[in-house]
């Protein structure tokens, strides 16, 4: 009774979550197409109505692109839950590694992985050489693109496997409270990426030199000196080999922090306009914005595993979606993947909470850029970056409430312009 009520409720919030993302999709896609014959008025002097028509056009062609792919993946996340595709693939793995062991519980996850990667390759190929390629963004190789799957792959074995040891042994050995150790061990693992990555794992895809512009670098140290920063160097990225799309960022923790520009940006942007681009970012820093998001990361991870921790003793959260769970042997690995799959589904009609959080931190970020440097450096930047990007102007307010982690750019820019005002 159990079991068929967990799979009503699944089948229920899985058709609903189709039905608000389609909605949303439907109502985007007429939003931005209803405002495509003219460039919003506050943005008529700087932006070209051919920019603001590749942007909307770039915008519709991707959102029909994540309907493709939302209908795809749910297809799939049905095969693998009630239609009986892990079952399947449990059992056949079970004959090969003869019993439920370590091995198995490793090669269930890595076997779930290279099936779902392998499905995903061609939408990303397409994403890549056909959508990207029509708007001029890619600037990727086909040899560079399946390097990148392949090194993507390989490092994910070693950082992941070894971690998915300790998290198995975590969960078979250590009693009732393994997911408190377990988000422990989380916890550390996600801190120590943030050393590791820009120094270790990020250089082995893309090429980090010293900014070598004085009079930049000048610039730039300056802004530090004034808003506190300390960082271990300026970096620029090599982002060009792979997209046109341009950005900047700070990477890192500690002493280790450093800041990265990609090549696209520089080469678009004016000194004044990256040092305000700069500051916005330097503003999440001093906001203690970063640190927000890992404690509530953090928050939620434990609150997750603490949920999970429940599930994996309950026979109902197996056979409610699809799996008999075996009753001499470790179902540990089915769990995890179990709940990774049905966790967004339960979890999607939350996102504009996460959106909301988000927004609110890049308001605080631009003003805390306006503080430090000249608001118009920082509208300027934003304006050429939303065009080079072709990020449209015009998003529907609830897909974009849903969906976007940035204000819509009328708003920010909006806001920019009131500080301006009010300061003179």
């Known amino acids: 009774m159990y079991s068929l009520t967990f799979s009503v409720l699944f089948v229920g919030f899985l058709l609903l979550t189709l039905l608000v993302r389609f909605w949303l999709s439907s109502r985007h896609i007429r939003h931005v197409l209803a405002h495509r014959s003219a460039v919003p008025a506050e943005f008529a002097e700087k932006i070209p109505l051919a920019a603001h028509q590749k942007a909307a056009d770039y915008t519709v062609a991707r959102t029909k692109f994540g309907l493709l792919t939302l209908v795809v993946n749910s297809a799939v996340l049905v095969g693998f839950t009630l239609l009986g595709g892990l079952q399947l693939l449990s059992s056949l793995l079970l004959g090969w590694f003869g019993g ?43 040899g560079l693109f399946f390097a990148d799957t392949v090194k993507n792959s390989l490092i994910g074995a070693v950082i992941g496997l070894p971690l998915l040891w300790v998290i198995l042994t975590l969960m078979d050995k250590s009693g009732s409270l393994w997911w408190f150790y377990a988000w422990l061990v989380w916890s550390g693992f996600q801190l120590l990426m943030l050393v590791l990555y820009p120094t270790v794992i990020a250089p082995l895809f893309n090429k980090f030199t010293p900014l070598d512009d004085d009079s930049l670098r000048s610039r730039i140290e300056g802004l530090m000196q004034r ?87 309950q026979a109902w959260f197996y056979t409610g979606l699809g799996v008999d769970p075996m ?49 118009q450096d920082l509208v300027s930047a934003l304006v050429k970056l939303y065009e080079d990007n072709a990020s449209t102007l015009t998003p529907d307010p609830l897909h974009s409430a849903f969906y976007d982690s940035h204000p819509p750019a009328s708003l920010r820019i909006g806001k920019l312009h009131a500080a301006l005002n009010a300061a003179h």
Do not use: C
């Open 100 to 142: 439920p062991g370590m091995l198995y519980q490793l090669g269930l996850i890595v076997a779930f992985a290279l099936i779902s990667g392998l499905i995903d390759l061609p939408f990303d190929y397409y994403r890549q050489f056909v959508l990207e390629e029509y708007y001029g963004f890619n600037k990727m190789t086909r």
């Open 227 to 313: 808003v506190g920063f300390a960082s271990k160097g300026l970096f620029v990225m090599d982002g060009s080999k792979r997209s046109a799309h341009g950005n900047a960022y700070f990477s890192g923790f500690g002493a280790g922090k450093r800041i990265v520009f990609f090549d696209t940006l520089l080469a678009r942007l004016a000194p004044h306009e990256i040092e305000a681009v700069l500051a916005h970012e330097l503003g999440h820093f001093k906001l203690k914005h970063i640190v927000k998001r890992i404690a509530v990361m953090f928050a939620i991870s434990l609150v997750f595993l603490a949920l999970l921790g429940y599930l994996k003793g």
């Open 327 to 375: 009753l001499f042997g470790s179902n540990d690995a089915m769990a995890l993947i179990l709940f990774m799959l049905a966790l967004p589904i339960f979890t999607f009609l939350l996102s504009p909470l996460s959106s909301l959080s988000s927004r609110k931190h890049e308001f605080e970020a631009d003003a805390f850029a306006a503080q430090h440097t000249n608001a």
